[in-house]
């Protein structure tokens, strides 16, 4: 019986192809330090607390990096009373929409799933101050602190 590379290195296959010893430090427990992932191929979205090596459909996947919203993805975020409403005045085609809007605090990350034809309405309990992230299929993702 041929033994696995990984036994006999005592190393784990995420070890042995990153070429990075893990250890347990918790390192990657900080929800503010999330990243995600979204693949360009089926759409299916992926969050984590630190590095990791994502893939789908066959394809790695970077972390996205989040910029500031230009014109055509403007966020209007309103707290009223305990809850903040999130609204974007952008399409929602097939081709072309917002696929999900989350808030993240230092101890919660809450997305909500947006669908073509569906209106870009979100409501959040306050949890405070936090950044709101938001990903368009062609644009990419954009972030804003609240
Ligand atoms: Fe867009």
């Known amino acids: 019986m041929i033994e696995p590379l990984t036994n006999i290195l005592q190393v784990s296959l995420p070890e042995l ?4 010893q893990i250890i347990n430090t918790n390192r990657s427990a900080n929800i503010l330090k999330s990243n995600l992932y979204v693949c360009p191929i089926c759409g299916n979205i992926f969050h984590s607390t630190g590095p990791a090596m994502i893939s789908c459909c066959g394809v790695t996947l970077p972390a996205l990096e989040a910029e500031q919203a230009d014109e055509e993805h403007e966020i209007k975020c309103e707290k009223i009373e305990d809850e903040f409403f999130i609204s974007i005045q952008h399409p929602m085609t097939k081709e072309h929409y917002i696929s999900f809007v989350a808030y993240c605090t230092g ?8 669908y073509p034809e569906s209106s870009i309405e979100v409501r959040f309990f306050s949890r405070g101050h936090g950044t709101l992230y938001w990903y368009c299929n062609h644009h990419g993702l954009f972030k804003k602190r609240i």
């Open 17 to 20: 192809l990153s070429g990075e």
């Open 107 to 114: 101890e919660r990350f809450e997305s909500v799933k947006l």
